[in-house]
């Protein structure tokens, strides 16, 4: 069936390095592709998606490419800050489904 | 504009009970979908409510049930608890049979001793 996967958390990073999340996926059909985020205390947040090969969702500097050629979506950011601190999930919905299928969640801690 | 809210906030139940949670979706949406997290865990699909129906079922026993009112409003039903059971229960809304774009609320934490 389909699946998500991403790396294994926590991160730590200090403020304003670089941040990989490393997203791939199995799917059939043509899946869409997001990430969310969930904040300490609230709910979970679309964060960004993507619909096809090729697309880039980006929101809040955050940016994620589809590639179907590597079934990957990894997430980035070139300068995180301490409010970036979150849990992060990568997901999928497949093509004429109606679940969203999530990966385990990977935390990102941010020092100052 | 409200958001999607879900009430119990916090839930203790004993093992083999029934309990009953409760979401309202953002206003003018009309699906709802119930998600269980796991402790450390991503979100599970339990299942998707439309036009009062059930659309999609996630590998949830039949212990788990679920209803949608006229108003949109949604309740999901566990019965016969178990341990494994603990967890934080999520809804989630959207516009239309089609779209993606989920609003989530803040889940329900159920506790089974």
């Known amino acids: 069936g389909d699946s998500v996967t991403q790396m294994e958390g926590p991160v730590t990073l200090s403020e304003e390095a670089f941040l990989t999340i490393n997203c791939t996926y199995t799917a059939t059909g043509y899946p869409s592709l997001f990430w969310y985020v969930q904040y300490p205390g609230e709910g979970l947040q679309l964060l960004l998606k993507?619909?096809?090969?090729?697309d880039k969702g980006s929101n809040k500097g955050f940016e994620a490419t589809y590639r179907k050629e590597t079934t990957s979506f990894h997430l980035e950011k070139g300068s995180v800050q301490v409010s970036d601190s979150a849990v992060y999930f990568c997901?999928?919905?497949?093509?004429?489904?109606?679940?969203?299928?999530f990966g385990a969640g990977t935390r990102l801690f941010v020092k100052a | 504009d409200a958001g999607v809210t879900q009430s119990p906030t916090h839930l203790i139940k004993t093992r083999g009970q029934q309990v009953t949670l409760r979401c309202s979706p953002k206003?003018?949406?009309?699906?709802v979908s119930w998600y269980q997290q796991a402790l450390g865990q991503g979100p599970q699909f339990i299942f998707q409510y439309y036009e009062e129906e059930e659309r999609q079922r996630g590998n949830f026993p039949d212990r788990f049930s679920g209803h949608q009112f006229p108003n949109y409003s949604s309740e999901l039903n566990v019965n016969a608890l178990l341990l494994g059971d603990s967890a934080l229960y999520l809804c989630?809304?959207?516009?239309?049979?089609?779209?993606?774009?989920?609003?989530f609320g803040p889940g329900t934490r159920l506790t089974v001793t």
């Open positions: 989630a809304s959207s516009l239309g049979r089609d779209s993606y774009e989920q609003y």
């Open positions: 993507a619909t096809k090969a090729d």
């Open positions: 997901a999928l919905r497949d093509t004429g489904g109606f679940k969203t299928i």
């Open positions: 206003s003018g949406h009309d699906t």
